[in-house]
C-alpha cells in the first residue's frame, strides 16, 4: 500500500514535471535569445489555452484547439516581443522585468473582461484513469500522451538548434548580435523567432497542464509560471537539458510534498528549493559558464 | 531642493493633509488613509529597487507579515484588557519589527542574488503566503483571516469626526515618520552608498563600501516600510487575511513605484494617490455609462488592472523616471528660462 501509493506519487509527479519542463525550456529559450527572463509567460500562455478553450468549445475538437494555442502563443509572442520588449531600453535589466510585468497585468485584464474571472473546466482528448495493462504503476493515457508531447517538443528543439541552420543562426544572435549581424545573420528576425518558438512552447505546456488543476481561469498559470521559473534557475537558465531534468525533479519533489505533507504546503516546498539552490550555487545546479553581463 | 525647502514643504504638507481630515467625508477619509498606508510600503520599495537597484517582486508578503503580526500583538493586548494608546502604538511596533525580521532573512539571501533572480525569490515569496496561512489555519485561520480588536477612537473626537477620520490621523502619522526617516536614510551616506552598490558593485567594494551589509541593510529597512504599511491596512480594515496581500497587490506595489518616479520619494507618493485614486475614478466612470450588470462586473476591477499595466509598459518605455521625472524636467525648464546662466545640472 506504502509503495503503491509511493509509486503513483512518483509518476504523477514525472507527469507534472515534464509539462513544467516544456513551460521551464520556454523561459530559457528567451533567456538565451534576449537575456530576459519573461515574467509574462504566464499570462501568454494563458491567454492561448483561452483560445484553445473557445476553439475547442465551437468545434468540439480537442486537435484544432491545440493548434490555435500553438499558433495563437507564437501570434501572441511576436506582438510582445515587437509592439514591447524591443523597445525597452536594456541599460538597466529591472525595465525588461518591469514592462514584462505590465504586459502581464495588460493580457490577464484583457483576458479578464473577455470571459470574466470564473474558473471553465477543460476537457483532455484521453481519459485520466490509469491503464489496466499498466497495473501497479497508476499511467494514464493522458500521462502518457505528456511525455510523447514532451518528449517530441525536446527532441525537436535539440534538432532545431543542434542540425539546422535556423537554429544555428538562433544561437549565433543569441551569442553576438552583433557579430552574427556582421556575418550576415538578421539577429532581430532571429530574436523575434525566440519569442514565439518560446511562446508556442509555454502555450502547449499551459494547455497539458491547466486541465488537470482546477479549470480555466486568468490566474491558472501564475503558479506554474513560478514553479517553470524555480526550474528554469535550478537547471541554469542557460542550461536545456538542465531544464528538463530539472523539470522532473522537481515535479517528483512537489508531488512527494503534496502527497505526504499536504497539498497546500507545495509554493513553500518551491521557495524553499529556490533559495537554497540559490544560495548554494547562484548560477544553477548546471550552469558551466558564467552569465553574460552584458 | 535644499534641506530648508524640503522641510517647509514637508510640514505644510502635513499641515494640510491634517486640516483636510476635517474636511472630507468619511470615505474620503478612508481613502486618504489608504493612501497614506500605500506610501509607506511604496515608499519602502521605492527606496530598494529604485536607490539600491533590488527588485522586489514579495512586498505584499512583507506587508502581510506586519498586518499579522499587528493582528496577534493587538488582540493579546486587547484579551489582557489594555487599551489607549497602547493598544495602538504596540502593536504597530510589533508589525515593523515583525516584517523586519523576515526582510533581513530573506534580505540576507537577497544579497547573493542579482536582477532576474531576487525578483523570482520574491515572487515565490508572495505566493508561499496563502500557502502558509491554509496550512497552519489554526494559528492564521487560513483565507478568512484574522479579526483584529482595534483601539476605538479617542472619546475627545466623538462630536468632530467619526472612525475614518482618526483612521487617516495615524496612517498619516506613521506615513510621515517612515518618509523622514527613508529620507534621511537616502539623503545621507547610507543612500550614497546604497547608489554605489546599484550602480557598480564591484567600484563600491573597491571604494570601501561592504556590499553585501548595504543590501541586507536596505531590505530589511525596505521590510521594516512595508510592515509599517501592512500595520495601518489591518488597522483600519480590522482584519488581516492573504487575499488582501496577493500578487496583483504587490505587482501594485511596485507599478505605484514605477510610474511615481522609481527612486524617489515623491514618486512614491504620486504613485501611492494613483493607487487609490485611478480605480476609483474608473469605477464612477463605468457606473455612469450604466451597463448591464454581467458587462460592469467584468469591467469592475480588470479594467483598472489593464490600464496600470498599460502604463507601466508606456512609463518604463517612454518616461522611464515616471510622474516625477516629467514634473522634474519641466520645472528645469522654467528655471533654465528665467536665468540662463545658472542651468542646474540634474543629477
Not at chain 2, 230 to 253: C, D, I, N, R
Request: proline content about 4%; charged content about 10%.
Amino acid at each position: 500500500m506504502e509503495l503503491e501509493r509511493f509509486l503513483f506519487l512518483t509518476v504523477d509527479g514525472l507527469a507534472r514535471g515534464a509539462v513544467l519542463a516544456v513551460f521551464a525550456l520556454s523561459l530559457v529559450l528567451i533567456w538565451r535569445a534576449a537575456r530576459i527572463i519573461n515574467f509574462s509567460q504566464g499570462a501568454i500562455a494563458m491567454a492561448a489555452t483561452y483560445l484553445a478553450f473557445v476553439v475547442t468549445s465551437a468545434t468540439g475538437n480537442y486537435w484544432l484547439g491545440l493548434v490555435a494555442a500553438l499558433l495563437g502563443g507564437a501570434a501572441i509572442g511576436f506582438v510582445v516581443e515587437r509592439g514591447v520588449m524591443r523597445y525597452v531600453s536594456s541599460v538597466n535589466p529591472l525595465n525588461s522585468v518591469i514592462a514584462a510585468l505590465g504586459v502581464l497585468l495588460v493580457i490577464q485584464a484583457i483576458i479578464g473582461m473577455l470571459f470574466g474571472n470564473g474558473y471553465h473546466p477543460m476537457q483532455v482528448p484521453f481519459s485520466q484513469s490509469p491503464l489496466p495493462w499498466l497495473a501497479g504503476l497508476s499511467i494514464s493515457a493522458y500521462d502518457l500522451f505528456v511525455f510523447a508531447c514532451v518528449g517530441f517538443v525536446v527532441i525537436g528543439l535539440a534538432v532545431l538548434f543542434g542540425k539546422t541552420n535556423v537554429g544555428l543562426r538562433m544561437r549565433a544572435a543569441a551569442f553576438s548580435p552583433e557579430l552574427a549581424r556582421l556575418l550576415g545573420v538578421r539577429s532581430n528576425r532571429m530574436i523575434t523567432l525566440g519569442w514565439m518558438l518560446a511562446s508556442a512552447l509555454s502555450a502547449l505546456a499551459a494547455l497539458l497542464v491547466v486541465p488537470t488543476e482546477l479549470g480555466l481561469n486568468p490566474h491558472s498559470t501564475d503558479a506554474v509560471f513560478v514553479y517553470a521559473f524555480t526550474i528554469a534557475v535550478v537547471g541554469g537558465l542557460d542550461s536545456a537539458p538542465g531544464a528538463v531534468v530539472g523539470g522532473l525533479v522537481v515535479g517528483v519533489l512537489l508531488s512527494w510534498v503534496s502527497g505526504y505533507l499536504g497539498a497546500t504546503l507545495s509554493p513553500v516546498a518551491v521557495l524553499v528549493l529556490l533559495l537554497a539552490v540559490l544560495l548554494i550555487k547562484p548560477g544553477g545546479i548546471f550552469s558551466v559558464t558564467k552569465e553574460r553581463t552584458a | 531642493m535644499s534641506s530648508r525647502t524640503t522641510l517647509i514643504v514637508g510640514l505644510v504638507g502635513l499641515v494640510a493633509v491634517i486640516g483636510l481630515t476635517f474636511v472630507l467625508d468619511p470615505y474620503r477619509n478612508y481613502q486618504l488613509a489608504t493612501i497614506a498606508a500605500y506610501l509607506c510600503v511604496v515608499a519602502g520599495l521605492t527606496m530598494l529597487t529604485g536607490v539600491n537597484g533590488q527588485l522586489s517582486l514579495g512586498h505584499a508578503a512583507l506587508a502581510a507579515c506586519g498586518a499579522y503580526c499587528y493582528a496577534f500583538t493587538a488582540n493579546g493586548l486587547a484579551e489582557q484588557e489594555v487599551t489607549g494608546p497602547v493598544l495602538l502604538i504596540l502593536p504597530i511596533l510589533a508589525a515593523v519589527a515583525g516584517a523586519a525580521v523576515l526582510g533581513l532573512i530573506v534580505g540576507l539571501a537577497a544579497a547573493r542574488l542579482h536582477g532576474p533572480y531576487l525578483a523570482g525569490v520574491t515572487l515565490a515569496l508572495v505566493l508561499a503566503l496563502p500557502a502558509i496561512t491554509s496550512r497552519f489555519s489554526d494559528v492564521f485561520n487560513g483565507d478568512q483571516g484574522l479579526y483584529i480588536s482595534v483601539e476605538r477612537r479617542p472619546e475627545f473626537l466623538a462630536g468632530r469626526g467619526g472612525t475614518e477620520m482618526f483612521q487617516a490621523w495615524v496612517a498619516i502619522a506613521c506615513a510621515a515618520l517612515v518618509v523622514i526617516l527613508l529620507r534621511n536614510l537616502m539623503k545621507g551616506n547610507f543612500g550614497r552608498q546604497m547608489r554605489a552598490v546599484r550602480d557598480n558593485e564591484v567600484a563600491a567594494a573597491i571604494a570601501g563600501v561592504n556590499v553585501a551589509r548595504t543590501k541586507v541593510i536596505a531590505f530589511t529597512v525596505s521590510s521594516a516600510a512595508a510592515g509599517a504599511g501592512g500595520a495601518v491596512l489591518a488597522f483600519m480594515t480590522q482584519s488581516a487575511s492573504p487575499g488582501a496581500f496577493s500578487l496583483v497587490f504587490s505587482l501594485f506595489l511596485l507599478m505605484a513605484a514605477v510610474i511615481g518616479g522609481i527612486g524617489t520619494l515623491y514618486g512614491a507618493l504620486w504613485g501611492s494617490i494613483l493607487l487609490v485614486v485611478l480605480p476609483d475614478a474608473i469605477g464612477s466612470l463605468t457606473k455612469s455609462l450604466s451597463l448591464s450588470p454581467e458587462v460592469a462586473q467584468r469591467l469592475d476591477g480588470n479594467l483598472a488592472v489593464g490600464l496600470f499595466g498599460a502604463i507601466m509598459v508606456l512609463v518604463v518605455i517612454v518616461a522611464p523616471l515616471g510622474i516625477q521625472g516629467l514634473l522634474r524636467k519641466g520645472r528645469l525648464k522654467m528655471q533654465s528660462r528665467g536665468t540662463p546662466q545658472s542651468v542646474p545640472v540634474p543629477k
